[in-house]
Nanobody
Framework: QVQLVESGGGLVQAGGSLRLSCAAS????????MGWYRQAPGKQRELVAV???????DYRSSVSGRFTISRDNAKNTVYLQMTSLKFEDTAVYYC??????????WGKGTLVTVSS
């Protein structure tokens, strides 16, 4: 089993920055990719950024150039550095870990609120 704990959310003004952290524990050797998703009120959960075990990254177009996903293997932690935040980035951000081809593990989420 994999456990994920997010931290770092909060309230920030538009144009500001936040860094989210996701600490993984448990059967982490089986993880082949980790990512961040977000869900705004009344909307579906959407992929924000992903980083594979090989270090490849991918971003949704609306955050590309503003958000950076990274990992610290020694700490079993994945980060999401968010800059130039916009009101529309307001959402609950969830950490995700993919195990094999079809097993997803989720954190409980951390709220990011961007004031305009």
């Amino acid at each position: 089993q994999v456990q994920l704990v997010e931290s770092g959310g909060g309230l920030v003004q538009a144009g500001g920055s936040l860094r989210l952290s996701c600490a993984a524990s448990g059967s982490i050797s089986s993880i082949n990719a980790m990512g961040w998703y977000r869900q705004a009120p009344g909307k579906q959960r959407e992929l924000v950024a992903v980083i594979t075990s090989g270090g490849s990254t991918d971003y949704r177009s609306s955050v590309s150039g503003r958000f950076t996903i990274s990992r610290d293997n020694a700490k079993n932690t994945v980060y999401l550095q968010m800059t130039s935040l916009k009101f529309e980035d307001t959402a609950v951000y969830y950490c995700n870990a993919k195990e094999g081809l079809s097993i997803n593990h989720w954190g409980k989420g951390t709220l990011v609120t961007v004031s305009s």
